[in-house]
């Protein structure tokens, strides 16, 4: 199983981003998926998830700015970035909790892809 990330870039302030990952491999099911960001010198926090009902979670610091959705039958995340400020630089990870064809339950990530915010 692997995550495929891409979207990262550079953008000035008040602009728009939008990150995508796919997982593929022998996929049974995917619980839960979202993404992570981890700024240099801060620990690795959850921006938003999604579990396979639609169900969001974000943290307080972007919500009203960023929306995560996902395609069940694609098997993607996206995470759609509004109104991004510079303490929103950082590494950003997509995650998932995936059960194999064979049963097994793990989480994944994929590899980080930088969003930088800045004039």
């Known amino acids: 199983v692997q995550l495929q990330a891409s979207g990262g870039g550079l953008v000035q302030p008040g602009g728009s981003l939008r990150l995508s990952c796919a997982a593929s491999?022998?996929?049974?099911?995917?619980?839960?998926m979202g993404w992570y960001r981890q700024a240099p010198g801060n620990q690795r926090e959850l921006v938003a998830a999604v579990i396979k009902s639609g169900s969001t979670n974000y943290v307080d610091s972007v919500k009203g700015r960023f929306t995560i959705s996902r395609d069940n039958a694609k098997n993607t995340v996206d995470l759609q970035m509004n109104s991004l400020k510079p303490e929103d630089t950082a590494l950003y990870y997509c995650?998932?909790?995936?059960?194999?064809?064979?049963?097994?339950?793990?989480?994944?990530w994929g590899q980080g892809t930088l969003v930088t915010v800045s004039s």
């Open positions: 491999g022998s996929i049974f099911s995917i619980n839960i």
């Open positions: 995650y998932a909790n995936i059960k194999t064809s064979r049963g097994v339950n793990s989480n994944y």
